[in-house]
């Protein structure tokens, strides 16, 4: 699907085809508004089903740091730490994070999955013998790293507790969701006769409906139109929220 289908797709559904009082630029901002909001929903219910993930596969980055790019450190309190940043500056939402660590005598590797760790959490688990960090049982802290104004750079900081050793930190795995492409329409784009020259959306074709839906919505709402009271009820392709967290009742449309 491209950008201009989605524009016109909205176009179709408010009727305003032959005379849209709806501009290009204010449909290029309900439609970023839309993405950045879809993707931070689906989100919070991640991994619920399959469904859920595949909305946001296109988003899904895999990171592998080797032990070379790690910084090893030790906190004000003498907590061990390994830290590294990631590559891209395009960082979004972690989804899952593992500590890679290796056996200096059989050269085995193994992976630990790294907790999150909150500042308030911190001074509790410290002097803590089932909790406080160690190789096996890591926590990490998610810093920023501002760059050139740019504030998506992002540094991990994972506590890895006293020195084992025979086991030594080999890498860090992460699976994070990057930013979503922010889109553009001209006028140029919309009234060219011979083809279509938007960008095509990253985002799974099954969507489009979907984007179409919650830009209508945003119009709608913006214009007050009475349409608002049917519309939600006539669009409910996909739910907002997951039937398997709603005991199989109707999602309800979002609101503001």
């Known amino acids: 699907m491209t950008v201009r289908e989605i524009y016109e797709g909205a176009l179709f559904t408010l009727n305003k085809v032959h005379a849209p009082a709806f501009t290009v630029e204010e449909f290029v901002y309900f439609l970023n508004k839309t993405i950045l909001a879809f993707a931070n929903?689906?989100?919070?219910?991640?991994?619920?089903?399959?469904?859920?993930?595949?909305?946001?596969?296109?988003?899904?980055?895999?990171?592998?740091?080797?032990?070379?790019?790690?910084?090893?450190?030790?906190?004000?309190?003498d907590s061990r730490y390994v830290e590294a940043s990631l590559a891209g500056d395009d960082y979004f939402r972690l989804v899952s994070f593992d500590l890679v660590v290796q056996n200096t005598i059989s050269l085995l590797i193994k992976k630990y999955t790294v907790k999150r760790l909150t500042t308030d959490m911190y001074g509790a688990i410290a002097n803590n013998e089932y909790l406080k960090p160690a190789i096996n049982r890591p926590y990490y802290l998610l810093l920023p790293v501002v760059t050139s104004g740019d504030q998506n750079n992002?540094?991990?900081?994972?506590?890895?507790?006293?020195?084992?050793?025979?086991?030594?930190?080999?890498a860090l795995r992460v699976f994070y969701l990057k930013l979503p492409t922010v889109v553009t329409l001209t006028d140029d784009m919309v009234y060219n006769l011979t083809a279509d020259t938007s960008a095509v959306l990253e985002w799974p074709d099954y969507l489009k409906n979907e984007f179409i839906k919650r830009v209508v919505w945003d119009q709608l709402e913006e214009t007050r139109d009475q349409r608002l009271q049917t519309y939600p009820a006539l669009n409910q392709e996909i739910l907002t929220v997951p039937l398997e967290l709603m005991g199989n009742q109707q999602a309800p449309m979002k609101t503001k």
């Open 41 to 77: 929903e689906r989100y919070n219910f991640y991994a619920v089903n399959q469904q859920l993930s595949d909305d946001l596969r296109v988003l899904l980055v895999e990171e592998e740091i080797p032990y070379a790019n790690l910084t090893i450190g030790t906190d004000i309190t």
């Open 154 to 170: 992002s540094t991990l900081r994972v506590f890895i507790g006293d020195a084992v050793p025979t086991v030594v930190p080999y």
